[in-house]
C-alpha cells in the first residue's frame, strides 16, 4: 500500500468545513466513508461504514468509534482516505467496499446516480491497489 501524503494519517483532515457529530449504529474506523442508518426523534442519525456504490452517505468518520458512540464526521472538508483501485486526481469519488472510494465510472450511471453517488474529488493520484491519499468531500 502506497501513502500519497504521508503528513497526516488516514481520517486527518487538513481541512473542516463541516463536520457534524453521528451516532455509530455498528463499529466505525476513523477514515472511513459512513453512511446513514436510522434516526430515533430526540437522538442523533446513526451511521455505518459505506459499502460499494452507496446513495446515503453521510461522510467521512474522523475518530473510530463502537456501536452507540458519538463520533465527529466530516461532510464537508478534506480528508485523507484509502483508496481501492487506480484514482486520479479530479476524478469524482464514489464509495468501495469496507468505506473505501474508487473512482466513479461515469458512463455506467443514470444521472440520479451521477448526483447521489458522487462524494467529492480526489485531491492526487493513487496508485493501483489500496492507497491512501487526500479528497475533497462534498456531502
Do not use: W
Not at 5 to 30: F, H, N, Q, R
Not at 36 to 43: I, K
Not at 68 to 76: A, D, H, R, S, W
Request: hydrophobic residues 45%; aromatic residues 4%; neutral net charge.
Amino acid at each position: 500500500m502506497a501513502d500519497y501524503y504521508p503528513a497526516v494519517a488516514v481520517g486527518d483532515a487538513i481541512y473542516e468545513i463541516l463536520k457534524v457529530p453521528m451516532k455509530c449504529e455498528s463499529a466505525v474506523t476513523k477514515g472511513q466513508v459512513v453512511v446513514f442508518n436510522t434516526h430515533t426523534d430526540g437522538e442523533l442519525p446513526s451511521v455505518s461504514p459505506a459499502g460499494a456504490d452507496a446513495e446515503n452517505v453521510a461522510g467521512v468518520a474522523l475518530k473510530s468509534g463502537s456501536a452507540g458512540e458519538v463520533i465527529p464526521v466530516l461532510k464537508k472538508g478534506i480528508v485523507k482516505v484509502t483508496g481501492s483501485g487506480a484514482i486520479t486526481m479530479g476524478n469524482r469519488l464514489v464509495t468501495a467496499a469496507n468505506g473505501q472510494v474508487k473512482a466513479m465510472a461515469a458512463d455506467t450511471l443514470t444521472a440520479l446516480q451521477l448526483i447521489s453517488r458522487n462524494i467529492g474529488h480526489a485531491m492526487q493520484t493513487f496508485g493501483a491497489g489500496t492507497n491512501t491519499g487526500l479528497i475533497f468531500i462534498d456531502r
